[in-house]
């Protein structure tokens, strides 16, 4: 039988590319099938993958909101949730030509060497499918990086990201997150970097986090926050874990100043606490649907606090 040609690959590639921006579970396995079919799949997607997010720029004047209710659009792949929690879209025949395009520039990304990196801005998400099945998921206010060459590596500068991880025994996935490191033995787990230091917390499987001095199994539901030489371990109801992924944020006895820096990085709101609630918990449900409004109202009624517009966010106080 004859292999397909170039062109077709790379328009099946451009077609997955589009296709797993909502894709099912079935739909995953399906693109896993197609990588595995062909050792020139994994090449033909990464370059698709890493010239589209060179161009962004480019295709952000592609994206609109659909004008009239007889335009069918296609949701641009990676886009997630814009700053006012609206899906941004692309067409479907820009979307391609974008692609090709970008075929021709990954030639020349690919010869300035084998790291990448993947960002987003606060309010922005993005999910990332590696050539090894494995997916990433990026929060907004997010810097990831990632190798052409070696799926099994990443390295999380700042943010907030769940790694859905494809297990291999023999090549175990390995984040590092400054001089600590997070090796996957299994499992779906969700990592966030800040200026309060790591926080690791397994949804499935395990992870073994390793700082140098420290080795710790993390099996799921376990958590660990981990600042300077301060290792605290905890608990936490897997189904909790990356909620931010499905909309929603949920907490038991957090502080606020966690849940204010949740709300910026999921929707791009810069909130100020004022002192009196820089020691005030919070235990709840927080949907991140609807416009900033309706998320105004909804915090302020959830956490018993005044919530007041900015110019530049919002400000919150007794």
Sequence with gaps: MARPAEHDIQSQ??????RLADASEEEWNEFTHWLEADERHNDAYEAICDADHALEPAIGLARQEPAEAGEIPVAAVATGRGTAGRRRWMWPAMAASFALVAVGSWAVMGRMGQEYTVSTAPGESRTLALSDGSRIALNGGTELVLSKSDPRVAELKSGEAQFSIRHDAGSPFALTVGAQRIVDVGTVFNVRSSGRGLQVEVAEGAVRFEDGVTRLRLNAGDTLDASGDRLVEGTRAPADIGSWTRGKLV???????????DITRARGIAIELGPELSHASFTGVIQLDGDNASLRRRVELLIGAKVTETADGWSITR
């Excluded at 590639?13 to 589009?18: T, V």
């Design 251 to 261: 907490y038991r006895e957090a502080p606020l100043v966690e849940v204010a820096g």
């Design 13 to 18: 590639a451009i077609a997955w590319h589009l």
